[in-house]
């Protein structure tokens, strides 16, 4: 069964600090993954997909097939980075899995 | 383009009672998938409807179940409820066409409190 792992509850950084949210995925065929990213009081939105390899709001994130990761990183967090972010793997074309999220605080 | 709307945003049932939640698909979506999000959790999948079947579903038990119309609006409902129901549901819409499916969009969700 396919799995999303997000070992960190919660994590800090500064300002122009950079930053990493770890993502472990556990699937037997070819996964899609995605970022999924929830400011406060918005709703859940999209951040980027791993097979449009783009930077978006400068974050990015490589599928590492070897080590089943799809980290996010970006190299200088701003404060209006704040908020809670989820990785996702869909198969099928069908559902999405979630994993529990990470709550990203960036301290000024 | 119209986003994905859900309705009632709030509500509180009885133990036992039933509860059916709505959701306006984007405009020019076909697929309509479901979640619960417990709190501290990420959202779990319920179930997916695409051209009005289900096409696929999670964990979940019988007394959850849906209904997808000709205009791609879908109904969740579930009957019975137990206070572990109690979480936030999340309709999201996404195209489903010859090259798969696209990126889902999700609604603001329906706050279910069971007491």
């Known amino acids: 069964a396919q799995r999303v792992t997000q070992p960190e509850k919660l994590l800090s950084v500064f300002k122009g600090a950079p930053v990493e949210l770890k993502c472990n995925y556990s699937y037997s065929g070819s996964p899609e993954l995605f970022w999924y990213v929830q400011y406060s009081r918005q709703r859940l939105q999209l951040l980027l997909r791993h097979i449009s390899r783009e930077s978006i709001k400068g974050f990015t994130a490589d599928l590492n097939k070897g080590e089943t990761s799809f980290h996010l990183k970006k190299p200088f967090a701003q404060e209006e980075d704040s908020a809670m972010y989820y990785c996702?793997?869909?198969?099928?074309?069908?559902?999405?899995?979630f994993g529990s999220g990470t709550q990203l605080t960036v301290l000024p | 383009e119209t986003g994905v709307t859900q309705s009632p945003t709030h509500l509180i049932k009885t133990r036992g009672q039933q509860v059916t939640l709505r959701c306006s698909s984007q405009s020019g979506h076909n697929t309509v998938s479901w979640y619960q999000q417990a709190l501290g959790q990420g959202p779990q999948f319920i179930f997916q409807?695409?051209?009005?079947?289900?096409?696929g579903r999670g964990n979940f038990p019988p007394r959850f179940s849906g209904l997808q119309f000709p205009n791609y609006s879908s109904e969740l409902n579930v009957n019975a409820l137990e206070l572990d129901d109690s979480a936030l549901y999340l309709c999201?819409?996404?195209?489903?066409?010859?090259?798969?499916?696209?990126?889902?969009?999700f609604g603001q969700g329906t706050r279910l409190t069971v007491v």
């Open positions: 996702a793997l869909r198969m099928s074309a069908r559902q999405l899995t």
């Open positions: 409807y695409y051209r009005e079947e289900e096409n």
């Open positions: 999201a819409s996404s195209l489903t066409g010859g090259r798969g499916n696209t990126e889902a969009f």
